[in-house]
């Protein structure tokens, strides 16, 4: 549906987004992540046609973004990070003076408002005025302000920022409603909201591309070493490290002391492609060691996040 080739934007001598080919398709909640300034807000600007690239194009479905930005523009609903919100009006009549800015059909408007109300939960500060409205409801009506036209694909900058927790958790909800009928792009650099809400993940650095893929894609491409984490007492640590380092597949034993000073704790990294859970678990068995702690901390994507962005 989206397909994005050799994408590039410059802000005088500096490139804030490099090169970057990819192709989204119709129906997919695609995340884009990367740190403060990565390029992902450039890169939704140019989808929108609020920006224009240095290099590169964009095609959404048989339109040219350099060709056809008005047909484009009347497929996207667009969301900025703060959204652009008349505080002093009431919320229906915001909506009812977008439908008049849009040249919508008096009828046809009338029917969006009602339907993005309610999709938008926003049935009890209908008649309120915007100025008085929590910040999740105002993120909420800058989503309904969005959807109004009853656009193909949703573009959604930091749709949480500011929020709280439970006030997160509706719009994560609210976006995967919208993404059983439409096509919704978002950026976040919250790994726990992209990871809860998206189908496929796209890591951006420094303007470039550096991962994408499903969360479970992603984690089994890194060369993360799995590592068990023991908590041992009545245990000498020479001879704990002597003995499970014998283990095949065992890569490294890191030892930290707690208080009381009989408590250990030990750290084994493993090889990437073995589980060694059993094998260690059986070798404690036969000793005087008492087990206090026995857990392996898999790979996670705030892992594989931190690898890809971490400055040189």
């Given at each position: 549906?989206i397909?994005?080739k050799g994408?590039?934007?410059?802000?005088?001598?500096v490139c804030a987004v490099n090169?970057?080919e990819?192709?989204?398709n119709?129906?997919e909640?695609?995340?884009?992540l990367?740190p403060?300034?990565?390029?992902k807000?450039?890169?939704?600007r140019?989808l929108t046609?609020?920006?224009s690239?240095?290099f590169?194009?964009?095609?959404?479905?048989?339109?040219?973004?350099t060709?056809?930005?008005l047909?484009?523009?009347?497929?996207?609903?667009y969301?900025p990070?703060?959204p652009?919100?008349?505080?002093?009006l009431?919320v229906?009549?915001?909506?009812?003076?977008?439908?008049?800015?849009?040249?919508?059909h008096?009828?046809f408007a009338?029917?969006?408002?009602?339907q993005v109300i309610?999709?938008?939960?926003?049935q009890?500060?209908?008649h309120?005025n915007?100025?008085?409205?929590?910040?999740?409801f105002q993120?909420?009506?800058?989503?309904?302000h969005?959807?109004?036209?009853?656009?193909?694909?949703?573009?959604?900058?930091e749709?949480?920022?500011g929020?709280d927790?439970?006030q997160?958790l509706?719009?994560r909800n609210?976006i995967?409603?919208?993404?059983?009928?439409?096509?919704v792009i978002?950026?976040?650099?919250?790994?726990?909201?992209a990871e809860?809400t998206?189908?496929?993940m796209v890591i951006?650095?420094q303007g470039?591309?550096v991962a994408?893929?499903t969360?479970?894609?992603l984690?089994?491409s890194?060369?993360f070493?799995?590592?068990i984490?023991l908590?041992?007492?009545?245990?000498d640590?020479?001879e704990?490290?002597?003995?499970l380092s014998r283990?095949s597949?065992?890569?490294?034993?890191?030892?930290?002391q707690?208080?009381?000073?009989?408590?250990?704790h030990?750290?084994?990294r493993?090889?990437?492609d073995?589980d060694?859970?059993?094998?260690?678990y059986?070798?404690?068995?036969n000793?005087?060691?008492t087990?206090l702690?026995?857990?392996?901390q898999?790979?996670?994507?705030?892992?594989?996040?931190k690898?890809?962005?971490q400055e040189?």
């Amino acid at each position: 549906m989206i397909h994005i080739k050799g994408l590039t934007k410059y802000y005088q001598e500096v490139c804030a987004v490099n090169n970057i080919e990819l192709t989204i398709n119709q129906g997919e909640i695609v995340g884009l992540l990367g740190p403060n300034a990565a390029g992902k807000t450039t890169t939704l600007r140019i989808l929108t046609g609020y920006l224009s690239p240095t290099f590169g194009n964009v095609q959404i479905k048989n339109f040219n973004l350099t060709k056809d930005i008005l047909k484009i523009k009347q497929l996207i609903g667009y969301l900025p990070e703060t959204p652009p919100l008349y505080k002093n009006l009431l919320v229906y009549d915001y909506l009812r003076y977008l439908g008049q800015v849009r040249d919508m059909h008096k009828g046809f408007a009338e029917s969006r408002i009602k339907q993005v109300i309610a999709q938008c939960g926003l049935q009890s500060v209908m008649h309120k005025n915007i100025g008085e409205l929590s910040k999740g409801f105002q993120q909420r009506l800058g989503i309904a302000h969005a959807l109004l036209h009853d656009p193909e694909i949703l573009i959604l900058d930091e749709p949480t920022t500011g929020l709280d927790p439970n006030q997160i958790l509706e719009i994560r909800n609210l976006i995967r409603e919208i993404g059983q009928q439409k096509t919704v792009i978002l950026s976040t650099h919250i790994l726990s909201e992209a990871e809860a809400t998206c189908d496929r993940m796209v890591i951006i650095h420094q303007g470039n591309v550096v991962a994408d893929g499903t969360s479970q894609e992603l984690k089994q491409s890194s060369n993360f070493s799995p590592t068990i984490h023991l908590g041992l007492k009545n245990a000498d640590q020479n001879e704990v490290s002597s003995i499970l380092s014998r283990i095949s597949g065992v890569q490294n034993i890191e030892t930290k002391q707690d208080d009381p000073s009989d408590h250990l704790h030990f750290q084994i990294r493993c090889h990437p492609d073995q589980d060694l859970r059993e094998r260690i678990y059986a070798t404690i068995k036969n000793t005087n060691w008492t087990l206090l702690e026995f857990y392996q901390q898999t790979q996670t994507l705030e892992n594989i996040f931190k690898e890809l962005t971490q400055e040189s």
